[in-house]
């Protein structure tokens, strides 16, 4: 099973910009589907964006549309999410998950990360 860790998060300021990565070891992630997810305080976990294998095609929550760009670099194994006009509303853990087990939607995966927090101060 791949191995997912995420970093990148922090406090910043409404309106900030922020680029979450996630690299991956024990596999190479060439052949996966990745996404991202966040879980805001008290709230369940809510899809943020799946990119496929190659990085050809992406797709998005609806409601999370233009500000979010998940990204990939299989030379790096590595997954990127740019957030863009952070709000206070983005407040949350991010976590980012590989290997598609169903396709959903919203998409479920096999394997995950522990998670790094964002918090956005207004």
């Known amino acids: 099973q791949v191995q997912l860790v995420e970093s990148g998060g922090g406090l910043v300021q409404a309106g900030d910009s922020l680029r979450l990565s996630c690299v991956a070891s024990?596999?190479?992630?060439?052949?996966?589907?990745m996404g991202w997810f966040r879980q805001a305080p008290g709230k369940g976990r809510e899809f943020v964006a799946v990119i496929s294998e190659s990085g050809g095609r992406a797709h998005y929550a609806d409601s999370l549309q233009g500000r979010f760009t998940i990204s990939r670099d299989n030379n790096k194994n590595t997954l990127y999410l740019q957030i863009d006009n952070l709000q206070s509303e983005d407040t949350a853990v991010y976590y980012c998950?590989?290997?598609?087990?169903?396709?959903?939607?919203?998409?479920?995966?096999?394997?995950w990360g522990q998670g790094t927090q964002v918090t956005v101060s207004s």
């Open positions: 998950a590989a290997d598609i087990v169903d396709a959903g939607p919203p998409p479920r995966f096999a394997s």
């Open positions: 024990r596999r190479n992630i060439h052949g996966y589907g």
